[in-house]
């Protein structure tokens, strides 16, 4: 998990934060970068072999050039600006990768005018090898995205496939309307699979 990166001039994302928490706890072998560590150079370092990526971040979709979409990570000497840009992202190994997760904002569009289908995000990670990939179409709430990042780790423990899982969760979200009530809150959420 990268969550919460150090980004001068943006808000910190204390959900993310949570976000990694929970995915360590649950998962005992995973790494979590946060704050000042959650750079590009930090995230690479930890790819090799890695079946579930998760990143908590703010995202930026580009629709003129979505493979210009970005996830902005805290700086460091490699990227100064700390800015992880689609285009690069594709480039990556992420053959054993089952799954990658986005929690950031709109991490899941795919289009805009002039771009086919299958843009930004979903096809660099499908470029660059992995399996599938789940995000947003939309800004994110904290506590869904909790929600949604718990149940997914449980599910994949009990081998439930990603749609499924996802299913599943947005149902179980949408059942708690007290919290959320609002059918934005669970339903803007999308999983991209290259059908392996």
Do not use: Y
Request: proline share 6%; glycine share 10%; aromatic share 4%.
């Amino acid at each position: 998990s990268l969550v919460d990166p150090d980004v001068p001039g943006m808000n910190r994302l204390p959900g993310a934060r949570a976000e990694g928490v929970l995915v360590a706890k649950k998962l005992g072998a995973s790494t979590v970068l946060s704050g000042s560590a959650a750079t590009i150079s930090g995230l690479t370092s930890h790819l090799a072999g890695r079946k579930f990526l998760h990143l908590g971040c703010h995202g930026d979709f580009d629709p003129r050039n979505p493979r210009a979409s970005q996830l902005r990570l805290s700086p460091d000497a490699g990227s100064p600006d700390g800015r992880l840009r689609a285009e690069k992202l594709e480039k990556w190994d992420l053959s054993s990768c089952r799954l990658v997760l986005l929690t950031g904002c709109e991490t899941a569009m795919a289009g805009g005018p002039g771009a086919d289908d299958l843009a930004g995000f979903p096809r660099a990670v499908l470029r660059a090898g992995c399996q599938g990939i789940l995000g947003s179409l939309w800004p994110v709430e904290d506590e869904v995205t909790r929600q949604l990042t718990d149940h997914l780790i449980d599910s994949a423990a009990a081998r439930i496939s990603p749609a499924e899982a996802l299913r599943d969760a947005c149902r179980s979200i949408r059942a708690k309307s007290s919290v959320n009530h609002h059918v934005s809150a669970w339903s803007g959420w999308v999983l991209v699979e290259n059908g392996r």
